[in-house]
């Protein structure tokens, strides 16, 4: 491009020479001196223009670079001060979870402490096994020789959503294990633990384990509760509840995700230790289920003033109840005769939930589906299966806990 702009300056040079020469009567040696002085004038000025222009350029990138880098500069001021802000955030979080931490070891410590010398102390009583058979004897001492090597175990059965079949809950199941690795069943010594008063050390120690596991599960998925079975022995231990009420109190994060399940009739017929310890645990936002119901024929406000939220009946008793027009029915504020299909809806007014347990086949769950039982529970949806082993490794009990309870064997 600027090769064709000198071509033509010089174009018009030569026809300004042309001119000075054919019509201005000037010499050929005039003529050409003007038409090289014109060609050059012009080049000059192109040049000129060209220059300015350019710097105007360079200028203009120069403040766009300068613009530029302010920018760059503020950036990175946002970012030092979002890592700051991160760094520091980082920190008290990790700092608040150490000191979570710290007192819930000193918590564990103290229960640990406090079921090491309510087991001395059961053991060491004289008429602990005086009146025991020699088979309960020895089931006893295979318990709690699984209770010191370790060997318990805990098993979840899902409760599910109906009819999605979704898994809402699970229950846990706690299994001691002999050392070819077959389970004990509660069968087997429940008896022999009732007459020897170590009912309420086997529940506290095997509720110690569940609640730990809990914890690791609730932990990984806040949307699945877990219902765990406790003692009302484990309720009303002098000795025991104050330190269990202490850690659930560290704990309290649970509350959404741990249900205590007691039994119908101990509920129906609560002491007044039983009704105090209920009270404190639903102060701390914990939820309460009473299994093993005989009859819908529950007392809905009172449930629901104790904390109680669900409520599990077996399905197949559930179902002639609900079909039976003159069956028993919920004490509520409705005053009129409840049908069988309107049952779900008045428990959940009061937020109490039922739950059909004990389902074994598939025509059992049509038959509940038809009264709108909310969730099931039973082999149909899937058997109690052991958790994984690195979540029992993960959880289990502290060094110190199995060589206090070494020292008695």
Known sequence: MIGILFIFY????AALGFGLFAYAGLSIAVSAALGTVATAFLGQIHLLISHVTRSAETQDRIQGLERSQAATRERMDMVEARTDSVESTVKHELTERRDALVSEM?????????LSKSFETKLSEPDTVSDMR???????RTVKAALQDGRVDLHLQPIVSLPQRRVAFYEGFTRLRRPDGSLILPAEFLDAARRANLMGLIDNMLLFRCVQIVRRLAERDRRVGVFCNISANSLTDPHFFPHFLNFMRENRDLAG??????PAD???NRSKELRSSMEQLTALGFRFSIDHAHDIAVDLPRLQDAGVRFVKMNGGQ????????????PVSNVHRRIDGEEVSAVYSRFGVTLIAEKLEEEVSVVEILEYDIPFGQGHVFGAPKPIKSSLMEETAPPAEFIAKLSAFG
Not at 134 to 140: G, I, K, T
Not at 257 to 262: N, T, V
């Open 257 to 262: 995700a741990l249900i205590f399940e007691i």
């Open 266 to 268: 101990r509920f129906e």
């Open 318 to 329: 559930l179902i002639d109840q609900l079909r039976d027009p003159s069956g028993p029915r």
């Open 10 to 13: 010089i174009a018009l040079g």
């Open 134 to 140: 020699p088979q309960e004897d020895a089931v006893l």
């Open 106 to 114: 000193r918590q564990l410590e103290g229960l640990i402490d406090r």
